[in-house]
């Protein structure tokens, strides 16, 4: 048989059968051709995609912005400098989601402060800076 079988994909790209399924549906992986047995007979490179859309992810990239990575890594007029503007916008985005985390942990730390630990819930200063009722 030519390829490979989705299991022998999932176990060499460390993930499981509904992940490459998904990813299928989500056309980022093509959907490989049926043997005669009717198995599906992926192609040497499936591993190497299903790692590269994995390590995309764990880098902040959406599925949607992973499919426009892998249309510009195919195209033949692509420069790096397209794949860098790409990466260059991740970090800006990652950047400000670190700017809102620091605030939150902030605003967390200010009213954990303000918080004995002693009394009743209902006179907690945490749970009464949440309730947007206790804004009078």
């Known amino acids: 048989m030519d390829g490979f079988r989705i299991g022998e994909v999932a176990r060499q790209a460390g993930v499981n059968l509904q992940t490459i399924h998904y990813y299928e549906r989500c056309e980022l992986l093509p959907k490989p051709p049926r043997t005669v047995s009717n198995y599906r007979a992926y192609p040497s490179d499936a591993v190497r995609r299903v790692r590269f859309i994995r390590r995309a ?65 209902t006179e907690c200063p945490i749970l009464e800076a949440l309730d947007p009722q206790g804004d009078h």
């Open 57 to 121: 992810q764990q880098l902040g990239f959406t599925l949607k912005e992973i499919k426009e990575l892998l249309s510009l890594r195919a195209g033949p007029r692509t420069r790096c400098a397209d794949v860098r503007e790409r990466a260059e916008v991740k970090v800006q985005e990652i950047d400000e989601k670190v700017r809102t985390l620091e605030a939150m942990r902030r605003a967390l730390i200010k009213l954990v402060g303000e918080c004995s630990g002693r009394g009743p819930v």
